[in-house]
């Protein structure tokens, strides 16, 4: 078969604007990464190099053992360009880890049994309920960040992990609610309405026939709820003060806010800081895409 | 209005009324109790924090000032300028976002080999925290030593390192750029969701009568997503006014005030200048402005489901 001029430099021109995207998207990653396998004296040679020409595992090293590259002793001048603080991005993760995963389990626990309530059973105010929870999700965060530092503060809980797992679960749940209750409207009744037969009670319809129906949503609404926690900067940033419960974004802005750090430690922190949620993204790209499309198809 | 059911006719219609309520209630009521202490209570606490002053350095003096916070965040040498700044970055990067996202799904939507890989890496940028994406932007952009400025050099493009992040409108295209590719993907997704509802059979009848993929574009595709375009529309519109992340690791709202959105003197007002009372009355306006954007997107997406 012939290939006509005109379909051929339509898909020249459609595969070239799909490589500039791929280098658009891809780009900040694959050059974070390389940076960080790279001794400070070679980032900050001019032009850098894409590829390291003399790949390192220093900067790694360095962050989790305490072990000062050798790059930055053979080189006198950069010698101050090191910083103690980027060895606080394997705590804040850690602390990042906890509260996501918190957040995770809190929004499964709360927001199943409400989104069933929504979406299958009759009561009195529902809708009223309905629209209130989705309806405080409207509220720009930083109209509130004052107002939860003095609700954390009166509480005690300043500084500490349990206040950003109460924070960020308000802030998820109404998402979960929603998303959830989109997801079980739109499952087929009959299997419920035997088990009402059978003198299932609500909680064991639940439990037995429409949560194994709705996994895929559940894996997606977790997704969703752990990211946004372990994302969340601004409320992380009002009520935390110590590396007892800073998240990483903070510590990671804190660490960049340095002017006397080195760029390979940043490079370092953002790769470790973006592992878990580019891990997520990209095996559970299926469940991520249905979820997010589901919310704008689903009425 | 028919009169209330009593219980017995309540039963008679749904033996399992009380059951049913009872347990629906249970169910919601932990979500709720968290909404209402984080949504409800710092709601009302903003509101009547706003009506005083309340300023850090003077901690013991806490007067009734009634609206003089507002008057002092409207009257104040960065409130206009500002807002023209956020105006600005709001329509420009809400343009940038969804002619992204449409080119990105079109593209995914077409059975080009190339694209199983932007499958791949398009939720990247939307997943990963934003100020490791504002961070990761600063130091390409970065005026010493950084990768575009080299890459752009080794080219031959530019004879000197360009300061991207210190020339006011550089920095604001910038900060657009790194929004766009921190909020397309989202975008990119929806749309695709809006294109896959497409019946095919349009576009078989299109070819028939010969329309070219312009045409196709403008006649078919674009009047069949303008709900989908919408609800984007307004969502990227929410995301771009309340932007701050961004502006807080990439640029600090500078050089000068030039990429200071609203969002980034309210923090201002409370961490540099100290200031709650005016912090949250600014933040109240950046409120209502928004809200008054998500009431503009329930009518249009009221009149669009009267349409459909």
């Known amino acids: 078969m012939k290939i006509k001029p005109r379909a051929l430099t339509r898909s020249i021109f459609l595969n070239l604007l799909v490589l500039i995207l791929i280098v658009y998207i891809a780009g900040p990653f694959i050059w974070v990464i390389s940076a960080s396998f790279q001794g400070e004296n070679e980032l900050l040679k001019k032009p850098p190099s894409i590829i390291p020409k003399n790949p390192t595992t220093d900067n790694y090293r360095y962050v989790f053992t305490g072990q000062v590259p050798t790059s930055y002793e053979v080189t006198g001048q950069l010698r101050s360009r090191i910083s103690q603080e980027a060895r606080l991005i394997a705590p804040a993760l850690k602390n990042s880890f906890i509260i996501a995963i918190s957040v995770l389990l809190i929004n499964l626990l709360f927001a199943t049994p409400a989104a069933y309530a929504f979406a299958r059973l009759r009561w009195k105010f529902r809708n009223g309920f309905y629209n209130f929870i989705l309806g405080s999700r409207l509220m720009p965060a930083m109209a509130i960040a004052i107002p939860y530092y003095v609700i954390i503060q009166s509480l005690k809980l300043m500084n500490t992990h349990l206040s950003l797992i109460l924070v960020h679960s308000a802030l998820t749940i109404p998402f979960s609610i929603w998303f959830l209750t989109l997801y079980i409207t739109n499952i087929p009744r009959d299997m419920e309405e035997a088990g009402l037969v059978d003198g299932c009670n609500y909680f064991q319809l639940l439990k037995n026939i429409v949560v194994p129906m709705i996994l895929p949503g559940l894996v997606a609404a977790s997704a969703f709820a752990f990211m946004t926690s372990y994302n969340e900067f601004l409320f992380a940033r009002f009520l935390t003060t110590s590396i007892a419960s800073q998240t990483g974004p903070v510590i990671i802005s804190s660490i960049s806010g340095n002017p006397d750090v080195s760029y390979s430690l940043i490079s370092v922190c953002l790769t470790l800081g973006m592992i878990p949620p580019v891990i997520l993204a990209i095996t559970m790209r299926k469940w991520l895409t249905e979820g997010l499309s589901s919310t704008i198809t689903f009425r | ?308």
Do not use: C
Not at chain 2, 137 to 160: P, T
Not at chain 2, 186 to 213: H, M, R, S
Not at chain 2, 283 to 303: E, G, P, Q
């Open chain 2, 1 to 308: 209005m028919s009169a209330p059911l009593t219980i017995k006719e309540k039963l008679r219609r749904n033996p399992n009324w009380f059951t049913e309520g009872l347990y629906a209630y249970a169910s919601v009521l932990p979500a709720l109790l968290v909404i209402i202490l984080f949504t409800i209570y710092p709601i009302f606490y903003a509101v009547r924090i706003s009506f005083y002053q309340n300023i850090l350095t003077k901690p013991n003096s806490h007067p009734f000032v009634g609206l003089k916070n507002f008057h002092d965040v409207i009257t104040s040498y960065y409130f206009k300028n500002s807002l023209i700044n956020t105006g600005i970055y709001t329509i420009a990067s809400v343009t940038g976002v969804i002619i992204f996202g449409l080119i990105v799904a079109l593209l995914l939507n077409t059975k080009i080999r190339s694209v199983n890989a932007l499958k791949i890496i398009i939720l990247l940028p939307w997943a990963i925290p934003a100020v490791v994406a504002g961070l990761m932007w600063k130091w390409i952009l970065n005026s010493d030593f950084g990768i575009l400025n080299g890459i752009l050099y080794s080219l031959g493009a530019i004879e000197s390192y360009i300061p991207f992040l210190a020339n006011p409108i550089l920095a604001k295209l910038s900060l657009i750029m790194a929004h766009i590719w921190k909020e397309g993907p989202l975008a990119a997704i929806f749309i695709l969701a809006g294109l896959q509802l497409i019946p095919n059979e349009f576009y078989e009848a299109a070819k028939i009568d010969g329309g070219g993929d312009l045409l196709v574009f403008r006649f078919i595709t674009l009047p069949l997503l303008r709900p989908i375009l919408l609800v984007v529309l307004v969502y990227e519109t929410m995301t771009a006014i309340l932007t701050f992340d961004l502006v807080y690791v990439m640029t600090g709202g500078g050089p000068g005030d030039s990429t200071a959105l609203i969002s980034w003197f309210a923090y201002a007002e409370i961490y540099k200048f100290l200031n709650l009372g005016t912090g949250i009355a600014l933040s109240i306006i950046i409120a209502l402005i928004t809200l008054i954007l998500i009431i503009l997107y329930m009518r249009a997406l009221k009149t669009e489901d009267a349409i459909s």
